[in-house]
């Protein structure tokens, strides 16, 4: 089992820039992709972005393609999400998850380990 615990949400305004971090501990050997997902009230979780542990494979949802990025630091277990030009619609709980297995699936069904979650507001 692996643990995961997200920081860096906070209320920016629209335009604003944002970084998320995900710290991992615990078999983090045994993780391929990790991923973040985001919550907005009364919705369902939707994917936001992945990267690969090992080599530098990246996927992103098209709502956040050119304003995102996902990025990791191996040597301190970390992923990082970079916010760029948020967007109200942006706002949500982001979540940091991880999936054991070497393909990618953007369904948080097929993720593993989950963190609790950091909230994200942007203000119009």
């Known amino acids: 089992q692996v643990q995961l615990v997200e920081s860096g949400g906070g209320l920016v305004q629209a335009g604003g820039s944002l970084r998320l971090s995900c710290a991992a501990s615990?078999?983090?050997?045994?993780?391929?992709?990790m991923g973040w997902f985001r919550q907005a009230p009364g919705k369902e979780r939707d994917f936001v972005a992945a990267?690969?542990?090992?080599?530098?494979?990246?996927v992103y949802a098209d709502s956040v393609k050119g304003r995102f990025t996902i990025s990791r630091d191996n040597t301190k277990n970390t992923v990082y999400l970079q916010m760029n030009n948020l967007k109200p619609e942006d706002t949500a709980v982001y979540y940091c998850?991880?999936?054991?297995?070497?393909?990618?699936?953007?369904?948080?069904?097929?993720?593993?380990?989950w963190g609790q979650g950091t909230q994200v507001t942007v203000s119009s």
């Open positions: 998850a991880a999936r054991r297995g070497d393909t990618f699936y953007s369904s948080s069904v097929r993720y593993d380990d």
């Open positions: 615990g078999r983090t050997v045994s993780m391929y992709f």
């Open positions: 990267i690969r542990w090992s080599g530098s494979s990246t």
